[in-house]
């Protein structure tokens, strides 16, 4: 199966769909040269369902997967069992704290202001193509950095700059992407010798550590030099609510401490970042082939914000932005027709027998394909492939809900999405400042499809032209 696992890279994530509705919904992939590569791949909702929820134990990350992610460290997204519980139940906490979401709307909302609408403004002006997609990148790593270690990187302006540490980490996505290709063996050959990718991995991984440790170096000096009393006034930004736990302070500023913030901070900038921007990018892209969904949000925006054509834009609190249904299901349907997260791998801990009747042994390895699971007819209908936003809406108007083993963009069960709520008021706050001021115009001929990567990356950008709707 390699050789035409290596011939449809290119297109792998429909080539897997197709090939997974061949099959009813469950193939073995065999490497017959290396049996450790060998694995199932399952795009059967009940399946879903049942791994990532109903024997949601039995199916954990499996050791291989956490060697591959070892710059993530011992942080969330790379834990099983009682340090994962302990590190969600303490995220849980401070992601639901009021505080931290108005925290979020004043990080994001500035960031527009500040510095998204003036670049685009300029961008218009200049009549200069550009490409959103890298746009949205850099608009995401600035806000998770202010969000997570409450430092602001700039990295979104008109000069485009490219820092140390933001090449360091997209270095170090695509090693982690590289090391998911090769057998185990070669890269750590490369990485014993070290020679190839694995040395531009340490590199990055080194030159990306002396960031994050600087950042909290000087957050927890600037922690113990305040009285207790103002800790609640300082800055809402993740690290520093880390920090405030008591059982961090106490740890004081010995090592301990300081490996588990920084493998925090680096899972949560990986988490929300490229996530975030690879959705909006593909939104946009839908926005601007489906020009009647574009004028649908602005007709609502303008009913339900009551706000007129000629008024400046102003950015919107939560609630507000909860009443806008219909972006909401726009959003909803980009993120189905693209999972930014298209596969999410597990191993079986034990024996078990799966709802489709399929016996697995233990340490097998499971490739739940999220992507194919929202691209099938038996649960979309027969206009599956289309973008329809209007799918999401009930008779009555409102939003309608769809359970997360069908609508699996954000995972399932104990372990989906931390950062689902967050996702969607930054997408809102972004969707209506650009639909506002801005038309999004493709550039003809501009090639568009997935590329191989960790994240859903498109392989050549989002190139377009932006021109003003309202000055
Ligand atoms: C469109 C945006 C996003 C999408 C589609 C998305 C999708 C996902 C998916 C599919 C998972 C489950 C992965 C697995 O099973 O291992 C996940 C986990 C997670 N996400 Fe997101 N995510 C997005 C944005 C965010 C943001 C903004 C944050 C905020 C920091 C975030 C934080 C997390 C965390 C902490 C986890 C790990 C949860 C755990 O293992 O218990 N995500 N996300």
């Not at 990986?270 to 892209?285: H, V």
């Not at 834009?313 to 972006?327: A, H, K, P, R």
Request: proline share 4%; with cysteine.
């Amino acid at each position: 199966m390699l050789s035409g696992l290596f011939r449809n890279a290119s297109h792998m994530y429909d080539c897997t769909s197709r090939v997974l509705q061949h099959y009813g919904g469950i193939v073995e992939v065999k490497v017959l040269w290396c049996t450790s590569m060998n694995f199932l791949i399952t795009s059967d909702p009940m399946n879903a369902d049942y791994m990532l929820s109903k024997n949601f134990p039995n199916y954990e990350k499996r050791s291989e997967i956490r060697e591959i992610l070892e710059p993530l460290g011992d942080g969330i997204i790379n834990s099983d069992s009682n340090w994962w519980a302990y590190q969600r139940k303490m995220m849980h906490s401070i992601i639901k704290n009021s505080k931290f979401e108005l925290f979020l709307m004043k990080v994001v909302q500035q960031k527009v202001v500040t510095s998204l609408i003036p670049l685009l403004n300029h961008i218009s002006k200049s009549e200069i193509e550009v490409d959103l997609q890298e746009v949205f990148k850099r608009f995401t790593f600035d806000n998770s950095c202010l969000m997570v270690l409450g430092f602001d990187p700039i990295s979104l302006s008109v000069e485009f700059p490219k820092r140390t540490y933001e090449k360091a980490f997209d270095e170090i996505e695509e090693a982690i992407l590289y090391r998911h290709i090769v057998p185990n063996w070669c890269w750590k050959l490369q990485r014993w010798l070290p020679i190839g990718k694995e040395k531009k991995l340490r590199k990055a991984w080194d030159a990306f550590d002396r960031f994050l440790n600087q950042c909290i170096a000087s957050k927890l000096e600037e922690l113990l030099s305040r009285e207790k009393t103002h800790l609640e006034e300082a800055k809402f930004n993740l690290l520093t609510a880390y920090m405030m736990l008591g059982e961090i302070v106490n740890m004081g500023v010995c090592s301990k401490s300081n490996k588990f913030l920084r493998c925090t901070a680096f899972n949560l900038i990986a988490a929300g970042s490229d996530t975030l921007g690879s959705g909006l990018a593909w939104f946009f892209r839908l926005i601007a082939t489906h020009p009647f969904v574009d004028m649908k949000i602005l007709k609502e925006m303008k009913e339900k914000l009551m706000v007129k054509d000629d008024k400046k834009w102003e950015c919107f609190g939560i609630q507000e932005l909860g009443t806008l249904v219909y972006l909401h299901a726009a959003l909803c349907e980009a993120l189905r027709l693209y999972p930014v997260v298209a596969f999410d791998p597990r191993t079986a801990v034990k024996a078990n027998i799966l709802p489709s009747g399929h016996r697995i042994s233990a340490n097998t390895p499971i490739i739940i394909s999220l992507y194919a699971i929202e691209r099938m007819e038996e649960i979309w209908g027969e206009d599956c492939m289309q973008y329809k936003p209007e799918r999401w809406i009930s008779e009555q108007g409102g939003l309608i809900i769809v359970p997360s083993y069908k609508f699996t963009t954000f995972g399932g069960g104990p372990r989906s999405c931390l950062g689902k709520a967050m996702a969607f008021i930054q997408m809102k706050i972004v969707a209506t400042s650009i639909i506002w001021y801005f038309h999004v115009e493709m550039i003809e001929g501009h090639p568009v499809s997935p590329s191989v990567s960790v994240v859903l990356h498109m392989k050549h950008g989002l190139k377009v032209r932006i021109t003003k709707r309202r000055v």
